[in-house]
């Protein structure tokens, strides 16, 4: 990253990169999850990550993505559109040498309009003011990204809470400060579009 670039750290919490630190640049709409929001989430999926497939769509950080890789996911591909933050989760997946972090530049609907490759787990954290929370939600159903029994991990601010699609049904909800997390269950068996 050029010097012009401020530099924040996330670290990652648990599995073989425990306490390893993920760098990235500080841009508008880039806001990490915080780690005790993080540790919550990874221990309700911890039953669920050996061997997952996860998708990050707006990846920011990483620490998703890197984070499920960390704990154990076969798999996981990170799609970002801003240049700084591809730049900063490739250097980091260079630097853990994490051969199974595929890393996608481009806006998350068009990744969404791509042919469909279920994965057992997503997180979707869209920066809060896009907008993009809903659409993504309905793609992600609409075309069946999410295989039968798959996760799907949101963030939104507390006070809108995320209009689940059909066949989903939300598991696990907390919030932290001004923001809402919740963990909901593809629970229909319908075949993809």
């Not at 806001?31 to 996860?54: I, S």
């Not at 896009?130 to 029994?149: D, I, K, Q, Y």
């Amino acid at each position: 990253m050029g010097q012009d670039t401020k530099r924040s750290t996330v670290r990652i919490i648990g599995g073989q990169w425990r306490s390893r630190r993920l760098e990235f640049p500080e841009r508008d709409g880039l806001r990490p999850t915080p780690d005790r929001v993080r540790e919550t989430v990874f221990n309700w999926l911890a039953p669920r990550l050996a061997g997952a497939r996860c998708l990050d769509l707006f990846a920011g950080s990483g620490a998703f993505g890197f984070e499920a890789l960390s704990r154990g996911a076969a798999r996981a591909v990170l799609v970002e559109r801003d240049a700084k933050a591809l730049t900063a989760l490739h250097d980091n997946r260079q630097r853990l040498q994490a051969e199974t972090a595929e890393i996608v530049a481009g806006d998350a609907l068009e990744f969404l309009n791509r042919p469909v490759e279920p994965f057992d787990i997503v997180f979707l954290d869209p920066p809060y003011a896009s907008g993009l929370l809903a659409p993504c939600l309905a793609r992600l159903a609409e075309r069946g990204w999410v295989r039968p029994g798959g996760y799907i991990y949101l963030e939104a601010p507390e006070k809108q809470p995320p209009a689940l699609p059909a066949g989903w049904t939300l598991m696990r909800s907390k919030t932290a400060g001004q923001v809402g997390y919740h963990l909901a269950q593809r629970t229909t068996h319908e075949e993809a579009v």
